[in-house]
T-cell receptor
Framework: ELKVEQNPLFLSMQEGKNYTIYCNYS?????LYWYRQDPGKSLESLFV?????AVKQEGRLMASLDTKARLSTLHITAAVHDLSATYFC????????????FGTGTRLQVFP | DAGVIQSPRHEVTEMGQEVTLRCKPI?????LFWYRQTMMRGLELLIY????????DSGMPEDRFSAKMPNASFSTLKIQPSEPRDSAVYFC???????????FGPGTRLTVL
């Protein structure tokens, strides 16, 4: 069964600092998705990574995918308060590609 | 595009009542997903449809839950009878088969008293 694990689960960081959120998954998959959820809001798609070595950047966030290691990272550069949210990664199931398996989420709090 | 539309946005009902949640996917999307999110259990996939056909309902908690998709632009999730443990935020999402990136609606916050 495909399992998706994120760490850390909670992250409290100071503005201006850098940090990385990790997403590990247990079986082969070539596609990985990152979502953001603000408190009380819906999930918003951030990045779609479709192949090994894919790297995407938007503002202070950069996501990468290593399918051989079954690992994706979400790197935060010079964090600002507006990045405070919960971040989810999700993976395609190789045998059933309509369905995404979501990680547990990483709750990020950025403080001054 | 208006995105995925869900109604109602908030629903408060009493235990034993029937609840119907509604979803309109993004036009042209052929997969539709119903999720439930709670603090305790996180985000759970309940059921998904492809081309209006239910493909996987293994996440539906029990017979009290049912979902339909009578056409490409409308789906319902029904709970009958509702129980307090059904209180959660229910999200609908849609995607195109070739890409699988799911777009989520605003959610329905259900409270069962």
């Amino acid at each position: 069964e495909l399992k998706v694990e994120q760490n850390p689960l909670f992250l409290s960081m100071q503005e201006g600092k850098n940090y990385t959120i990790y997403c590990n998954y247990s079986t082969t998959s070539d596609r990985l998705y990152w979502y953001r959820q603000d408190p009380g809001k819906s999930l918003e798609s951030l990045f779609v990574l479709l192949s090994n070595g894919a790297v995407k950047q938007e503002g202070r966030l950069m996501a990468s995918l290593d399918t051989k290691a079954r690992l994706s990272t979400l790197h935060i550069t010079a964090a600002v308060h507006d990045l405070s949210a919960t971040y989810f990664c999700a993976v395609d199931r190789p045998e059933n590609t309509d369905k995404l398996i979501f990680g547990t989420g990483t709750r990020l709090q950025v403080f001054p | 595009d208006a995105g995925v539309i869900q109604s109602p946005r908030h629903e408060v009902t009493e235990m034993g009542q029937e609840v119907t949640l509604r979803c309109k996917p993004i036009s042209g999307h052929n997969s539709l997903f119903w999720y439930r999110q709670t603090m305790m259990r996180g985000l759970e996939l309940l059921i998904y449809f492809n081309n209006n056909v239910p493909i996987d309902d293994s996440g539906m908690p029990e017979d009290r839950f049912s979902a339909k998709m009578p056409n490409a632009s409308f789906s319902t999730l029904k709970i009958q009878p509702s129980e307090p443990r059904d209180s959660a935020v229910y999200f609908c999402a849609s995607s195109i088969n070739s890409i699988h990136e799911q777009f989520f609606g605003p959610g329905t916050r259900l409270t069962v008293l």
